[in-house]
């Protein structure tokens, strides 16, 4: 596992990085976005 993942040539990071943020999208953020956990973040 990457601690800390970046974008590449090679979108390695892509999938991950995705569900990550989808998984901790806030509610009612002003963002369209899916929101599972309450208040969550990412790091």
């Known amino acids: 596992m990457d601690p800390m993942p970046t974008y590449d040539l090679t979108d390695s990071n892509r999938h991950g990085t995705r569900c990550a ?3 901790a999208a806030e ?3 002003s ?3 899916v929101g599972v956990a309450f208040e969550a973040s990412v790091g």
Request: charged residues 10%; proline residues 0%.
């Open 27 to 29: 509610a009612n953020n």
């Open 21 to 23: 943020g989808e998984v």
């Open 31 to 33: 963002i369209c976005a």
